[in-house]
């Protein structure tokens, strides 16, 4: 979601992150395991791992879980063989959704997945069809109390970022997708812990939603989208303030 609604995603997250570890251990996994193939399963050799293998401690994922998942990337356990994938769609009121996957099946998650568009007014679209709507770029998101600006973008500037924008919610730094190694490490180094940190699909326009009814398809259709096993993350481009959130999931 665009803007503070981008903070309005993570905390809602995070919020029924309890009641689907199964899940976020399974994307996890995934995650891993393609990172351990691309880039060896040495983390300090390979940043992307690294930034992983941190989410997994704060997910209390087990550690044999992990183990696992790095061995079926490097190749020492055998293991399904995943692709990464993205499909495109439009949700009601004309937002545009992109949808991360990692499936060993592309037929079936994109039935899955146009069948989630169509139960709630939307539709899947041509690849390229919305993502000239999106940065396609690193982004980091950071509670106020962690930093001030002036450190914060002093260590991330000096890292590369292209920017660090601030809000009531808190900062968030933008780099280039190249940079996101590099950036990562630096915050990690100045021990700026992040709310998020994802090579994110981030809204050059957004569309406004201001109606109770789209909302509530709207973030129903999130859910539908999120709730699916090959489904990593959802990018869209609605703006929506909190009162038009709050009464939709009431």
């Given at each position: 979601m665009a803007g503070h609604n981008k903070w309005s995603k993570v905390k809602r997250a995070k919020a029924i992150t309890d009641a689907r570890k199964g899940k976020v251990f399974s994307r996890l996994s995934r995650d891993i395991t393609l990172a351990a193939k691309s880039g060896g399963?040495?983390?300090?050799?390979?940043?992307?791992?690294r930034?992983?293998?941190?989410?997994?401690?704060?997910?209390?994922?087990?550690?044999?879980?992990?183990?696992?998942?790095?061995?079926?990337?490097?190749?020492?356990?055998?293991?399904?063989?995943?692709?990464e994938v993205n499909y495109e769609g439009y949700g009601p009121g004309g937002v545009a959704f992109i949808v991360k996957c990692t499936t060993d099946n592309k037929q079936r998650i994109a039935q899955e997945i146009r069948s989630a568009?169509?139960?709630?007014?939307?539709?899947?679209?041509?690849?390229?069809?919305?993502?000239?709507?999106?940065?396609?770029?690193?982004?980091?998101?950071?509670?106020?109390?962690?930093?001030?600006?002036?450190?914060?973008?002093?260590?991330?500037?000096?890292?590369?970022?292209?920017?660090?924008?601030?809000?009531?919610?808190g900062f968030e730094v933008r780099c280039d997708l190249h940079l996101f190694d590099k950036v990562s490490h630096a915050l990690e180094q100045a021990r700026i812990k992040t709310e998020s940190a994802e090579i994110a699909y981030i809204p050059t326009n957004?569309?406004?939603?201001?109606?109770?009814?789209?909302a509530r398809s709207l973030l129903k259709l999130h859910d539908a989208l999120e709730e699916l096993d090959d489904v990593q993350q959802v990018f869209s481009n609605e703006e929506m303030d909190d009162a038009v959130s709050a009464a939709a999931q009431g």
């Open positions: 399963g040495d983390p300090d050799a390979n940043a992307r791992l930034t992983l293998l941190l989410k997994a401690r704060e997910a209390n994922m087990p550690v044999d879980n992990v183990d696992r998942a790095i061995k079926k990337g490097t190749g020492e356990l055998p293991g399904v063989v995943y692709e568009f169509a139960r709630w007014g939307g539709n899947l679209a041509q690849n390229g069809a919305v993502t000239f709507q999106f940065l396609h770029a690193g982004q980091f998101l950071v509670a106020r109390e962690t930093t001030t600006e002036d450190k914060l973008m002093e260590i991330a500037l000096e890292a590369g970022a292209d920017d660090v924008i601030a809000s009531d919610q957004t569309v406004p939603v201001t109606e109770v009814e789209a």
